[in-house]
C-alpha cells in the first residue's frame, strides 16, 4: 500500500514539473521571437534572432537590466498577418511598446474568443501604415491589453460601427482609414485624431470629456461645432478644417500643448 502511494506521488510530482516546465517555456521570449521569425515569408529578414540566444542582442529589440521591454521593427516588410504578431509578440511578457509601421501587415482585427490575451505590461502599439481591415468596433484582443495608453491604427482599411468593448486609452489615433458615418467616442482619451476619414455625421463626444487634443481635418462632417463639443470642455487642440461645421468655434485655454504619450 505503502509502494503504491509513494508511486502515485512520484507520478503527480512528475506531472507536476512537466507542467511547470511547460509554463515557463512557453513564456520564454527567445522561443516565442524565433518562432515569429520562423513564421514570416522571408525570415532572413531578422538574421540575428537565433536560437538560445540573449534576445536583448536581437535587432530591433530593447531591454531593461532585465526583461525584453520594446519592439521596434518599423519599416522592415514582414509581409505577415496580424495574427501572427499578436500570438508571438503581443503576449511576451513585461514588453511594454511594439512598433510595426509599415510593414507590410494585413489581416482583421476580429479575432477568435479563443485567442491568447495581450501581455499586461503593453503600454504602446503602433500598427500604422498597414493593410489592416475590418471593423474598430471588432478590437476586444486589444480589450485584454489591461495597461494599453497608446494605440495607432492610422493609415489602414478601418471602419468603425457601434462599438461592443472599452479601452482605458489616453491616446487613439484612427486617422486616414474608412471611417464613415455616426461615430460614438467611448474611451476616456487624451488626444484623439480621426483626420482623413469619411465622417458625414455628427459624432457623439458625450463621454469624451478628458479630450485635450482633437483632430477631426479633412472629414465630411456637418451641423453646429458648439453642439457636437459640448462636452470637451479641456480641450486645448482642436482641427476641424476641411469640413463642414457650422457655428463659431468654442474658446481654446492658451499655453502650449500638454504632454501626452506619442502614438
Sequence with gaps: MKVLYRSSLLVLLSFAIFFTLLGAASRDPTA????????LPNPTLLPNWLPNQNPCTFTRITCNQTHLTSIDLTSIPLSTDLTVVTTYLLTLDHLQFISLKS????????????????????????LSQNALSGSLSDMSFF???????????SSNLLEFNSPRWKLNLRVADF???KISGPTLIPWLLNH????????????DFS???SLQYLDLSANKYFGDI???LFACN????????????SGPLPSLPSGPLPSLPSV
Excluded at 516565442?32 to 513564421?39: A, E, G, T, V
Excluded at 491568447?116 to 502599439?125: D, E, G, K, R, Y
Excluded at 479641456?234 to 461645421?245: E, P
Design 32 to 39: 516565442q521571437l524565433i518562432s515569429f521569425k520562423n513564421s
Design 103 to 126: 510593414t507590410n501587415l494585413t489581416g482583421s482585427l476580429s479575432l477568435p474568443p479563443s485567442h491568447s490575451n495581450c501581455a499586461s505590461s503593453l503600454s504602446a502599439i503602433d
Design 143 to 153: 480589450s485584454s491589453c489591461s495597461n494599453l495608453q497608446s494605440l495607432n491604427l
Design 175 to 177: 486617422s486616414y482609414n
Design 192 to 203: 484623439l485624431a480621426l483626420k482623413g476619414n469619411k465622417i458625414s455625421s455628427e459624432s
Design 207 to 209: 463621454a469624451a470629456a
Design 226 to 228: 458648439a453642439h457636437t
Design 234 to 245: 479641456r480641450l486645448v487642440y482642436l482641427n476641424v478644417s476641411s469640413n463642414q461645421f
